[in-house]
């Protein structure tokens, strides 16, 4: 099945996109067409619930984990043009069989924010696409990229709607899953996140454990010094869901480091650096707090970093924040 991008003429062709636009509107319309289908069969299929095990970062895995997993292993292997896969439920790098295996190295998250399932929030596939840098066998260390060398990277959301955000590194476009047509359909073309926006992302239920720098930030927004509205909060706790409402709306999503998790939550290359590359092509900002996520060099596939993403206005007020305490310090 080939998702073709649809309807009048001014939209843009899959074809004209180069392999990268093939690749990723080829395999992750399938899946998005396909997860979002697993969603609504729930008590027909009984795909909702735990499988009994948790994956390899110590999250409790869902029967869809699993189903979606194996449905986006088996699509790219499948469309002949990778050869690395680096997946959230696998402790290992899958590498492609030498009879299906191409030139690129591909990083995702099958279902993020699979905590959700069970009470029908808006869950989401991630993920980020590299090329291989060496002629040598295909291994784990090819993955070990830092995001700037990303060639295509999105996400898809399965919410109200079924919508796949794509970057090919020229701007962020958005597609919208016709279920009658069964195809793509171009909504937003080279979307721009806003400069500033009203609103805020966190688990404030970690508050006890912030730094000095977050709890200085949130204060800012909560009781605003120079007499301007508080900013809302948000959080629906997927971070697909979080981060295109952040996108659409502009504002600020944060999982910072803290006590309990010094090295940040978030694993690196298929939830940060994807996400990160998105809001950058946007023009927003994506840092750890010290650097942009995109300049980290990976040490390994499920390295943890702290995640700060948004409209640039706001991600600067908070990184104002972290310089002045660590001046202080």
């Given at each position: 099945?080939?998702?073709?991008?649809?309807?009048?003429?001014?939209?843009?062709?899959?074809?004209?996109?180069?392999?990268?636009?093939?690749?990723?509107?080829?395999?992750?319309?399938?899946?998005?067409?396909?997860?979002?289908?697993?969603?609504?069969?729930?008590?027909?299929?009984?795909?909702?619930?735990?499988?009994?095990?948790?994956?390899?970062?110590?999250?409790?895995?869902?029967?869809?984990?699993?189903?979606?997993?194996?449905?986006?292993?088996?699509?790219?292997?499948?469309?002949?043009?990778?050869?690395?896969?680096?997946?959230?439920?696998?402790?290992?790098?899958?590498?492609?069989?030498?009879?299906?295996?191409?030139?690129?190295?591909?990083?995702?998250?099958?279902?993020?924010?699979?905590?959700?399932i069970d009470c029908l929030a808006p869950i989401g596939t991630i993920f980020a696409i590299y090329k291989?840098?060496?002629?040598?066998?295909?291994?784990?260390?090819?993955?070990?990229?830092?995001?700037?060398?990303?060639?295509?990277?999105?996400?898809?959301?399965?919410?109200?709607?079924?919508?796949?955000?794509?970057?090919?590194?020229?701007?962020?476009?958005?597609?919208?899953?016709?279920?009658?047509?069964?195809?793509?359909?171009?909504?937003?073309?080279?979307?721009?996140?806003?400069?500033?926006?009203?609103?805020?992302?966190?688990?404030?239920?970690?508050?006890?454990?912030?730094?000095?720098?977050?709890?200085?930030?949130?204060?800012?927004?909560?009781?605003?010094?120079?007499?301007?509205?508080?900013?809302?909060?948000?959080?629906?706790?997927?971070?697909?869901?979080?981060?295109?409402?952040?996108?659409?709306?502009?504002?600020i999503f944060m999982y910072p480091a803290n006590q309990k998790s010094p090295k940040g939550k978030l694993?690196?290359?298929?939830?940060?650096?994807?996400?990160?590359?998105?809001?950058?092509?946007?023009?927003?900002?994506?840092?750890?707090?010290?650097?942009?996520?995109?300049?980290?060099?990976?040490?390994?596939?499920?390295?943890?970093?702290?995640?700060?993403?948004?409209?640039?206005?706001?991600?600067?007020?908070?990184?104002?924040?972290?310089?002045?305490?660590?001046?202080?310090?």
């Amino acid at each position: 099945m080939l998702a073709a991008l649809s309807a009048s003429s001014k939209l843009q062709p899959a074809a004209s996109w180069g392999c990268w636009g093939r690749l990723v509107l080829t395999t992750w319309a399938v899946g998005s067409a396909s997860g979002l289908g697993s969603n609504h069969t729930g008590a027909r299929g009984r795909r909702f619930g735990i499988a009994g095990t948790v994956n390899v970062t110590g999250d409790e895995v869902k029967k869809l984990d699993v189903l979606s997993n194996s449905l986006v292993i088996n699509m790219l292997q499948s469309s002949y043009s990778t050869c690395v896969l680096v997946t959230e439920e696998n402790k290992e790098a899958i590498i492609t069989p030498k009879d299906k295996r191409g030139k690129y190295v591909v990083c995702f998250d099958p279902l993020d924010g699979s905590s959700n399932i069970d009470c029908l929030a808006p869950i989401g596939t991630i993920f980020a696409i590299y090329k291989k840098e060496t002629d040598d066998e295909p291994s784990e260390k090819d993955a070990l990229q830092p995001g700037r060398n990303i060639v295509a990277a999105g996400y898809a959301l399965y919410g109200s709607a079924t919508l796949v955000a794509l970057s090919t590194g020229q701007g962020v476009d958005c597609f919208m899953l016709d279920p009658g047509l069964g195809e793509f359909i171009l909504v937003d073309r080279d979307v721009k996140i806003k400069k500033k926006g009203k609103v805020y992302s966190l688990n404030e239920g970690y508050a006890k454990y912030f730094d000095p720098a977050m709890t200085e930030y949130l204060q800012k927004k909560k009781f605003p010094e120079d007499g301007s509205s508080p900013y809302g909060a948000r959080y629906v706790g997927s971070m697909v869901a979080d981060v295109h409402r952040t996108l659409m709306y502009g504002g600020i999503f944060m999982y910072p480091a803290n006590q309990k998790s010094p090295k940040g939550k978030l694993r690196l290359l298929y939830e940060c650096n994807p996400m990160a590359f998105i809001i950058e092509q946007a023009g927003g900002i994506a840092t750890t707090g010290t650097e942009a996520v995109l300049d980290v060099k990976p040490e390994n596939i499920h390295q943890r970093v702290p995640f700060i993403l948004g409209s640039p206005d706001d991600v600067k007020e908070y990184l104002a924040c972290v310089q002045k305490h660590q001046k202080s310090s």
